[in-house]
């Protein structure tokens, strides 16, 4: 495991700057593949955006994010899925190309939804905090994905699960992050 600077990541996200978080991803792959990783993974579902970057140069396969939760979806009959993560996340094609491709849509929150879930998760989230109308707001905003005709929603940030998962949630979740950690675990001991 390496972690390399959020605020290095989050600088050249902010910059729309991917082949700079790419740059990231692969110094990190290169110092995991030097002590042996077999392939590579990245909990993190807002920075596979740069994935199209890095897979070209990096020295080992990685497992996509959006692929294994692609897989689970499948799996479990769900063909409509609601989106939840960073408004980088769900404003980019990361899920909807992924997803699309194994035949299941996507439905995206509204523009005034994405900046508030963003600023839950940069602002509140990140920071530890958790705060009962948070978990309010995104039980109305998965509600409302619910009405639009979802089966199930994408839980496509790492954070998100520290509030929100399938007891206090009206639709079943996808939580991007576990289910990653699960196909890396498949892949390890295959």
Request: glycine share 4%.
């Amino acid at each position: 495991m390496f972690t390399p600077s959020l605020a290095a990541t989050m600088d050249c996200i902010y910059r729309d700057d991917w082949r700079g978080v790419a740059d990231i991803m692969l110094a990190s792959a290169h110092k995991l593949v030097a002590i042996g990783a077999d392939f590579l993974i990245c909990p993190d579902n807002t920075i596979h955006q740069a994935l199209p970057f890095v897979t070209p140069r990096s020295p080992r396969p990685w497992l996509h994010i959006a692929e294994t939760v692609a897989d689970e979806a499948v799996a479990r009959g769900f063909r409509r899925l609601g989106l939840l993560g960073t408004r980088w996340l769900v404003e980019s094609a990361v899920y909807p190309d992924v997803l699309l491709a194994h035949g299941v849509s996507v439905v995206r929150p509204e523009a005034a939804e994405r900046d508030e879930m963003n600023r839950i998760i940069m602002d509140e989230l990140v920071c530890s905090i958790f705060r009962p109308q948070a978990v309010a707001w995104f039980q109305r905003t998965i509600r409302r994905m619910r009405d639009a005709g979802c089966d199930a929603v994408v839980l496509g940030c790492t954070e998100i699960p520290l509030m929100i998962h399938d007891e206090n949630s009206p639709l079943p979740t996808l939580d991007s992050t576990r289910l990653l950690a699960r196909a890396a675990l498949r892949r390890a001991v295959a």
